[in-house]
Every structure is written in C-alpha cells, then in structure tokens.
C-alpha cells in the first residue's frame, strides 16, 4: 500500500490484536472525521431543506431530490436538474449543461490524486463523492497519527453525502405533506445563484469570463427564446471562451499550478 | 414528464457530473499531462456559468408586460443588498426569497 508513514502509523495505534482490523480502522477514524464536518453541517441544512422544499414546491415528486441528491450528488447542478424535470424531455441538454457547471470539479479531482493514491477499494466512492465540501475539507486536512488517512476521506464523503440527501429528503417529503402556501419560495433558486455569481465576482480580479456568460446567455435568450436558448448559450460560451483564449488565458498556457489548485475559498464559495 | 422519463433525465445529470469527478483519474493522471485547453476551459467555465445560471432562472420573467418583473427584481436587489451587508449566503437567500413571496401576495398578486 502506502510508504513507511502509514506502518508508522499503524505502530503508532494502541497495542493489541484487534487494533488493526478494518473495523477498528474505521471506528478510530470516525469522531475524527464527523469532527470535521460539523462546521458545514448548517449549510448542508440549509441548502439541502431549500433544494428539497424547492423541489416539491415546483411540483416535482418527493422522492426526485434526495434521488438527485445521491445520484447527481452536486448541488447547483441539482437545482437546474430540478427545474428542467419540470419542462420537457430533454437529456442532452441536462447533460450539457451538468457537465459544464460542474467543469471546476475535474480540479477537484486532479488535486486529490495524490492523496487518494492508495486508497484501494474506497478509491470509486470517494472519487464519486468528491462535491466541493468534500475536497473543502479533504484537500488540506492531515490525519492525526494512528487514524487512518483514507478511512477519514471516507468518513467525509460519506457523511457529507448524508446530510445533503437526508436534508434534502426531509425538505420535499415534510414541504409535500405542509398545508402551507408555498408560492414563491421557488424564488430561492434565483437567489442561490446571485448569491454565487456575486461571491464569485467579489472574488476575481478579472471579471471577463463571468460577463462573457451573462452575455452570451442572455443574447441567445433573446435570440432563441425562453425554451431553446440553454444549449445555444452553452455552446456559444465554449465557442467564446476558445476564441478569446489568448486574451482570457493568463497563466499563459503553463498547465497553471494556480489552476490545478483552487482554493478552498473557491470550493466553498462554489457549493 | 413521465417518472420513466424523469429517471432517465436524472441519469443524464448523473452521468455528466461523474465524468467531472473520474476524467482526471481516467485521463488525466497529472496536472502536467492534462491538455491545456482542458485545463483553461475548466479555469474560465466556472466563472461563466453563474451569469448564465441567473439568467436561465429568469428566462421565463417577462420584462415588456405583467408588473415589469418588478416583484423579482426588488427581491433580487435585497438579496444583493443583503449579502454585500453581511456577506451571509442563508441570509442573503432567505431575505430576498420572502420579501419576493411577500409581494406576490401584496403589492404584486399574481393573477
């Protein structure tokens, strides 16, 4: 497996013979994790109660956003699922448009090879988990000696993975049972995303590429109308994107440590 | 849409975001080896995205009649207001989300 700092580690557990089974692995490494989670549990709950709320309150079936929340498993990208299940059949352009909003996530990924070297037989669900809270907390995080490293990724994801969906299930199963007048809350959508267009804006110097997008969204809007303009606008900003590349591109080019590295600020601030 | 439907539109969703989540593991096993306009199109999407996420969420806004888009843009501009004050994005949220169910029953009704 890993180079002589997990055996270490290992030595460094309590004695005895069952102090290495795989279950005592896990066991030692989950107050540590859960730990860790506990300052994003409030988001967790507030995000998945209102994507959960929102999807029932834009008459989705209860059971649509906690399957979303395990299988798409990245939240933005879930509410856009959320209200195109409310228009017509149109996989292709769930799948455009998933795939692009979730483009940051392939750093995520490139970022964690490293630390995920090794994890064996966890490797396919912590690459499954990997949403921007995960790699929040993972990319930085040192396990303490005699945890294992891998069992806490695990941990993270898994428990990550819980709160969204539990949340999100109790929002649209407890909002479909409500006798309450839900009109308008669907309004938090819109909100969601000023909130993360503005914390990204505040955060860039630059701020072509978000200005390229509001554009060319809104130009194919007009040019298309309501219900053909999403995939247009997302071709039209790849086209832009690749057309401006000698102006937008300031890492010149170098593969960019500074782009295989977000920050942690940005993953936060991404949801 | 039918739940078949539904499923087969979630699938979609899902497949598209693990194939963020595996292309560096499948293809792209360093940063170095990842191609350039990968890695500048990964950079700059992100940002672009949210411009065109807010103006899909309002696509169906009508700013030539009804009341203007008033009631969305008044709630809009407290969620801004709100979260250049504080800089809380549950604030900032549930702020402009009741102020705008406030004027769909007040000063907006819907028809």
């Not at chain 1, 649509?64 to 149109?90: K, N, Q, R, Y």
Request: glycine fraction near 8%; include cysteine; charge should be neutral.
């Amino acid at each position: 497996m890993d180079e002589p700092r997990d055996r270490i580690e290992a030595d460094a557990a309590p004695p005895g013979g069952a102090a290495d089974t795989r279950r005592a692995r896990a066991a030692r490494a989950f107050p540590f994790a859960f730990r860790q989670t506990l300052p994003l549990m409030a988001g967790f709950a507030f995000c998945g109660l209102s994507y959960g709320v929102y999807a029932t309150s834009i008459g989705l079936p209860p059971w649509a956003a906690p399957l979303m929340a395990v299988s798409i498993f990245a939240g933005s990208a879930e509410f856009v699922a959320a209200d195109m299940l409310t228009a017509s059949f149109t996989p292709l352009s769930l799948f455009l448009v998933v795939l692009m909003v979730n483009a940051r996530h392939l750093f995520y990924g490139i970022s964690m090879l490293e630390k995920y070297r090794g994890a064996g037989r966890k490797t396919a669900f912590l690459r499954y988990g990997l949403i921007d809270e995960t790699f929040a907390l993972c990319q930085p995080l040192e396990a303490p000696r005699g945890v294992d490293r891998f069992w806490v990724y695990a941990w993270i994801t898994g428990l990550n993975l819980v709160y969204w969906a539990g949340f999100a299930a109790v929002g649209s199963y407890v909002a479909s049972g409500l006798p309450v007048d839900l009109t308008g809350i669907d309004f938090i959508m819109k909100a969601l995303f000023i909130v993360i267009f503005l914390d990204c804006w505040m955060g860039e110097d630059d701020h072509r590429a978000s200005l390229i997008g509001l554009g060319a969204a809104l130009a194919c809007l007009v040019a298309f109308g309501s219900d053909g303009f999403l995939v247009p606008a997302l071709l039209s900003i790849v086209a832009l994107l690749l057309l401006l590349r000698k102006q937008l591109d300031r890492e010149g080019g170098e593969g960019g440590a500074n782009a295989s590295s977000p920050t942690e600020a940005e993953a936060e601030q991404a949801l | 849409m039918s739940a078949l439907e539904m499923l087969v539109m979630i699938a979609a969703g899902a497949l598209a975001t693990q194939i963020t989540r595996w292309a560096s593991f499948l293809a792209f096993p360093t940063a170095e080896k990842t191609p350039k306009a990968v890695t500048y199109l990964g950079t700059v999407l992100p940002a672009t995205m949210w411009g065109l996420l807010i103006v899909y969420c309002f696509r169906t806004s009508d700013p030539l009649s009804g009341y203007h888009m008033a009631p969305e843009l008044l709630a809009a501009a407290v969620v801004v207001g709100l979260h250049l004050w504080k800089r809380n994005m549950s604030l900032s949220m549930i702020g402009g989300t009741l102020v705008y169910m406030l004027l769909i029953r007040t000063v907006f009704p819907l028809a």
